[in-house]
């Protein structure tokens, strides 16, 4: 029987927002906890599936996970080390695997997942047994990552609804390592390209010609275990963040520095592709009016993108919806200071109070509103999608915090005390609304919302509001960022 060390660790950061991700705001499993995760949906679950098909011995350490959010507590990476390195290094077992998100950033470690990876193989043994594991599509893959672990694989849908497909076929590919004789070598190349989330979506070009890509160059070449592509993170300020290739192969197959150049030149032949085009809200608002639409019109607002890192509590959209006097719109706001106050009122009863904006700038600020409560709930709910891109390292089951489902005039607010990406419908049904029957909805998010909206919307805006995802990366601030690089630096 094969022992398995298994952990995870999992957090997107956004180095441009003022606020620190600390440990208390992790969620945190350990020991035998993690393998309740059977079942629930995420990465983890994809392993244990595979783990009980092959007979092995799983043995849990933790998972550390947390919201998309602003650079994290050196006290976090150094609490999951502590959980981590005595069981690392007490042996006894025949390879690690890992669930990462591969993003992750410190006040001090630019490459968080590179540094433990590095730690780990320096444990003594530990340089001779395989490590492997599954990692987000929107990680900055470094070259300490591909040094440090033998076998790396990315999710290849964004939205990512893959997420526990990828950690099946990175626990099989273990699994292919433990009966070989050979362990596979992972080359890492990074392009010289930058995209926003919002120009990473797998189902339009760029994203779709690249996985086209690496998908034949995986399919043609017998001595590939993975391609992966990588789509980076453009909100962590880091030397490695951007358009990324990795290739897990047979340290004998002579083809990977030629097909990592394939990959490279054809993300820069797309390097505009990447690039979003947005419209003002009251534009799009104005389009909606005119066409009629049957069924609810989408406008997204990447820059207030809460699976990007954003506060969640922008105005922008709201603040057109109002100038507009929509008669049958929505929006969720992540406020917890506002759910508070309606929290002391009963249905029915109304207040004025600042609602939204109260993160630090970019946003457009509050907006004092005279509104009515309509419900209140504790906020949890159970994901309808068990694919949801929420789903990933978490599971299906997820709490928004106490809410409040407020309106005023001709627009609701869905109103949370903690910020969650609108990535499954279940979130405005689980407060007795169907967002098939809003005429218009607000959605604080880049690509990852498609699954759940695109199936029920009629029409669909990226819109260009105040916020911290801009949509530019030559809007931010970058100080570590490799440079040249596009758009930064043009041709």
């Given amino acids: 029987m094969k022992r398995i060390l298994l952990a995870g660790l999992f957090h997107e950061t956004h180095c441009f927002v003022d606020e620190t991700t600390r440990l208390d705001d992790f969620r945190i499993s350990r020991g035998h906890a993690i393998l309740d995760f059977r079942g629930n949906g995420s990465m983890i679950d994809g392993f244990l599936e595979v783990a009980d098909k092959h007979g092995w011995k799983v043995l849990p350490v933790c998972a550390y996970s947390a919201t998309p959010s602003g650079i994290v507590d050196d006290e976090v990476v150094e609490a999951f080390w502590q959980d981590l390195a005595p069981a690392a290094a007490a042996g006894g077992f025949d390879a690690v695997f890992l669930s990462l998100h591969g993003a992750m950033v410190s006040k001090s470690l630019q490459d968080v997942e590179g540094t433990l990876l590095a730690r780990l193989r320096a444990l003594p043994g530990l340089d001779r047994i395989p490590v492997f594991g599954a990692f987000d599509l929107h990680a900055n893959m470094s070259d300490r990552m591909a040094a440090c672990a033998d076998g790396l694989v990315c999710y290849r849908e964004n939205p990512h609804a893959d997420a526990r497909e990828t950690a099946v076929r990175a626990a099989e590919l273990l699994a292919r390592a433990l009966g070989a004789l050979e362990r596979p070598r992972t080359a890492v190349r990074r392009s010289p390209v930058i995209w926003p989330p919002t120009g990473t979506g797998t189902a339009d070009a760029p994203m779709i010609e690249l996985e086209a890509l690496a ?13 992966n592509v990588v789509a980076g993170f453009s909100f962590a300020d880091c030397r490695d963040a951007g358009v990324a290739f990795s290739i897990v192969a ?43 639409p049957s069924g609810p019109s989408l406008l997204v607002e990447p820059s207030d993108n809460i699976g990007g890192g954003a506060p969640g509590d922008g105005t922008g959209i709201l603040r057109a919806l109002l100038d507009t006097k929509q008669e049958n719109a929505a929006v969720v706001i992540n406020d917890p200071e506002s759910v508070a106050e309606f929290s002391k009122l009963e249905p029915g009863q109304r207040l004025v109070l600042p609602i939204g904006g109260k993160a630090s700038p970019p946003g457009a600020g509050p907006v004092n509103l005279d509104a009515e409560l309509v419900s209140k709930s504790d906020g949890r709910f159970t994901l309808e999608d068990a694919h949801s891109h929420l789903i990933a390292s978490a599971g299906k089951h997820v709490s928004m915090g106490p809410c409040a489902v407020v309106r005023h005039d001709g627009v609701t607010l869905l109103l949370t005390s903690k910020k969650t990406p609108p990535f499954d419908l279940g979130q405005w049904r689980s407060q007795g609304l169907d967002p098939r029957d809003f005429k218009v909805i607000g959605i604080k998010a880049a690509v990852a919302h498609r699954r759940a909206y695109d199936p029920i919307s009629a029409a669909s805006y990226t819109v260009s509001t105040p916020g911290h995802c801009a949509s530019d990366p030559r809007l931010l601030p970058f100080r570590n960022l490799r440079r040249p690089i596009f758009p930064l630096d043009l041709d």
Wanted: glycine share 8%.
């Fill in 215 to 227: 998908r034949r160059i995986e399919n043609s070449s017998p001595g590939v275990w993975a391609v």
């Fill in 250 to 292: 047979d340290s004998k197959w002579s083809g990977c520095e030629a097909a990592l150049d394939r990959l490279c030149e054809l993300a820069w032949e797309l390097r505009h592709e990447g690039l979003p085009k947005e419209i003002d809200p009251c534009e799009a608002l104005g389009k909606i009016a005119a066409s009629s």
